[in-house]
Structure formats: structure tokens, C-alpha cells
């Protein structure tokens, strides 16, 4: 499936945009495939790219403080891991492994800022969503979760924000 079309169909992308900053974002993204068993992503590490998926089905686990591992979501078609990282600025705060073949649209920060240049209002949907993902490894953690929205937005807006003078 073309990029863009699949980009498309993610409310997250088609609802805030328009075709043009749609298809600049789609233009912007890359093909990325994933054996089974194998990583995205690692907790702890740097991140600058998400990815949306197409088809298979990653595992997302998150390693508490006691060093005990946890599963916090199997994800698949149409959803996205590694935005949290890209929208804060902050480590990669869960390890994303291949459960099956992935076949996946990676976002870059670059791409993300000249988007969000021509529309902010995406900063405040995503910082929705982050809020939401924090929660449940808050929850997981057993740490608090109250003032999470805010912070992501007030996070996601500074990262994204420098080069653009907002």
C-alpha cells in the first residue's frame, strides 16, 4: 500500500491535516521491515523516528525499576510505538520487539517539525495520545499519572517549537 494512502486512514494524521501536509509527511517517511523476534526499539535508547504499522504485530514491553519485565500492549495494523521518545526529547521508556514479519511507516523529528510548522493544533493530538501511553506504564510503574496531558504537551511543543520560534 501507497504511504500516503495508509497514512490516510490513521486518524491521528487524517483528521488535523490536509492532503498537501499529508502527502509531504508520506513523502517524507520510509519503508521499514522487521524480522519476527527482532527490535525496534530499546528502552532507554534515543529515539528521533515512529512508526506506524502496516502489517504484523509488535510486543511492547516495559522493565520497572525491580528490573521486572512487562508486557503493556500488543500492537498492530494502524497503530504507532516510538512517539513518546520523539515527541519529548526523553529516552525510549519501553522495549517494541517484532512479534511476527513487520512491514511498517517510519516518521522522522525532521519530517514531523515542517508539518507541524503549517499545523500545530497536531501537537495537541498527539500530546493526547502520549498522555494516555504514559498513564498506563504510570500505572504499571505505580507512579502518578495526574498533570501527564500537560506535561506531554508542554514537552512536545518545546521540542518541537525551536526551530520554528513558537
Given at each position: 500500500m501507497e504511504h500516503r494512502a495508509f497514512l490516510a486512514t490513521i486518524p491521528l494524521f487524517a483528521e488535523p491535516l490536509d492532503d498537501e501536509q499529508?502527502?509531504?509527511?508520506?513523502?517524507?517517511?520510509?519503508?521499514?521491515?522487521?524480522?519476527?523476534?527482532?527490535?525496534?526499539m530499546s528502552q532507554g535508547s534515543l529515539g528521533g523516528s515512529m512508526f506506524v504499522i502496516i502489517k504484523g504485530?509488535?510486543?511492547v514491553n516495559f522493565v520497572d525499576e525491580h528490573g521486572?519485565?512487562?508486557?503493556?500492549?500488543?500492537?498492530g495494523p494502524g497503530e504507532i510505538v516510538g512517539e513518546m521518545s520523539l515527541f519529548t526529547g526523553d529516552r525510549r521508556t519501553a522495549t517494541v520487539s517484532a512479534v511476527s514479519n513487520v512491514e511498517a511507516v517510519e516518521i522522522?523529528?525532521?519530517?514531523?517539525?515542517?508539518?507541524?510548522?503549517?499545523?500545530?493544533?497536531?501537537?495537541?493530538?498527539?500530546?493526547?495520545?502520549?498522555?494516555?501511553?504514559?498513564?498506563?506504564?504510570s500505572q504499571l510503574s505505580g507512579a502518578?499519572?495526574?498533570?501527564?496531558?500537560?506535561?506531554?504537551?508542554g514537552q512536545a511543543r518545546k521540542t518541537f517549537a525551536s526551530p520554528f520560534g513558537r
Open positions: 499529508l502527502s509531504f509527511l508520506a513523502a517524507q517517511s520510509r519503508p521499514a521491515l522487521f524480522r519476527a523476534h527482532t527490535r525496534l504485530e509488535v510486543s521486572r519485565e512487562q508486557i503493556v500492549a500488543t500492537l522522522t523529528k525532521w519530517s514531523l517539525e515542517r508539518v507541524f510548522a503549517k499545523a500545530p493544533e497536531l501537537v495537541d493530538t498527539f500530546a493526547a495520545l502520549l498522555a494516555e501511553r504514559q498513564a498506563e506504564l502518578s499519572a495526574s498533570g501527564a496531558r500537560d506535561a506531554f504537551l
